[in-house]
């Protein structure tokens, strides 16, 4: 192990011990999720399922009120050793979670008086339970940023299989639009609760730092558009076309989720360990790195889109006509894969941050001012295209001005 790591230039004992732990948490959670998305697709209407995921897009695009950049902040902050930042940030979301809601009730109001009602009603159950939901939902942060994987992923297993129990038993027993979604939102709620209660029991400290405030403020400021590019599609598909298009977008973004997800785990192993180190050697070790990740990707690209081809039909009978969606968002998600793991190394480098601002705002905002026009040409599938056509442009520029670093190994890392 010590002779490979040496010879890899890379720390398995920490990648292997953390992605272990992750990767049963990304597994588990895929399946939970998969068993919630095969109830959706065999037992409801395509109308009600597009609808769900309409509601669903809505409230991911008022995150933005949420305050965005701040789980970030507090995985630097408790990584660091300043965890009163986790209480400070949860507090502070909620509150801002507030406004979410407002917003919801208005967009409800305006669908009630246009006559969708059942929007409107989905809409003003969201904002009855949105500040639980979408402002604490990175209450797992402190366990990220203490670097403890394996009660990180006890705590979003746990979480999923809460809130996707609730929604199946919905499912069975109602079948209801609203029901449903009711349950999904309480048991997401009452997960969150759960997990930000054990994290402040467990803290070690009440220390804060003058850090984290603006910190948290330029990271949302550099995140809000992301943030609404993230739901921004499926938004627009559930607004002007119809729910049964939106039912296909949703169950294709949600069966290819779990390749952008990889993401998220390569972030949240190298995120706390990137953020305290710099210099020319880490340069050098990120380059190399990457040349390990482009022959992975792949072939879990190839491996999970064979299996997507035989599962369909098989599974999701009702939404084959999805298949074209489905193996475009996992080329698309691969290579977000890539972007996130470029982004993560110029947002834990201080002095990479206008690097990382410019590309994290300018992706985001391109994918919003192509979408329409794209969805416009070509239907559904123009979204899709919008997205890896952009997610390609920002990964060539951030390795771009990766090779412009000054990278020699022989250096010792700071």
Excluded at 16 to 39: F, N
Excluded at 75 to 84: F, N, P, W
Aim: hydrophobic share 55%.
């Amino acid at each position: 192990m010590k002779r490979l790591s040496r010879r890899l230039n890379i720390d398995l004992g920490y990648w292997l011990g953390g992605s272990s732990a992750l990767m049963a948490d990304y597994v588990l959670v895929a399946m939970i999720q998969l068993c919630v998305t095969l109830c959706f697709a065999n037992f409801v209407p395509k109308e009600t399922y597009g609808l769900y995921g309409w509601v669903q897009a809505v409230c991911s695009l008022l995150v933005i009120f949420t305050l965005p950049g701040f789980p970030a902040a507090m995985v630097r902050s408790v990584a660091r050793g300043y965890e009163g930042d986790y209480a400070r940030g949860q507090r502070i979301r909620v509150l801002f979670g507030l406004i979410g809601s407002s917003v919801l009730i208005a967009m409800a109001v305006g669908y009630w008086a246009s006559g969708f009602e059942q929007r409107a009603c989905g809409l003003l159950l969201a904002s009855a339970l949105f500040p639980l939901v979408f402002p604490l939902a990175d209450a797992r942060s402190w366990l990220e940023g203490r670097q403890r994987f394996g009660w990180f992923a006890v705590a979003q297993v746990g979480s999923v299989a809460l809130a996707s129990a609730a929604t199946i038993a919905a499912i069975f027993i109602s079948g209801n639009f609203l029901v449903i979604l009711a349950a999904n939102f309480a048991g997401r709620a009452a997960s969150n609760l759960i997990v930000t209660f054990a994290s402040l029991g467990r803290s070690a400290n009440r220390e804060t730092s003058e850090e984290f405030i603006p910190f948290g403020r330029n990271l949302t400021l550099s995140q809000i558009p992301g943030v609404l590019a993230y739901s921004f599609d499926r938004v627009y598909i559930g607004s002007v076309i119809d729910m049964v298009v939106m039912a296909n977008y949703h169950l294709a973004f949600t069966v290819a989720d779990p390749v952008r997800i990889l993401g998220t785990l390569v972030n949240k192993l190298a995120y706390p360990r990137l953020v305290n180190r710099s210099g020319p050697e880490l340069v050098s070790k990120v380059r190399r790195r990457v040349w390990l990740l482009i022959p992975g990707l792949a072939l879990v690209g190839l491996a999970y889109g064979l299996l997507m081809n035989l599962a369909v039909p098989l599974f999701f009978s009702k939404y084959v006509d999805a298949l074209p969606l489905i193996n475009l968002m996992i080329v698309s998600s691969l290579i977000g894969v890539l972007t996130i793991y470029f982004e993560t190394f110029f947002l834990s480098q201080d002095r990479l941050h206008k690097m990382y601002y410019t590309v994290s705002v300018g992706r985001p905002l391109l994918i919003i001012a192509l979408t329409p026009p794209l969805i416009y040409l070509y239907g559904a599938i123009g979204a899709v295209w919008a997205r890896l056509a952009v997610r390609a442009l920002a990964s060539v520029v951030l390795w771009l001005r990766l090779l412009t670093l000054p990278g020699k190994a022989k250096e010792e890392v700071g």
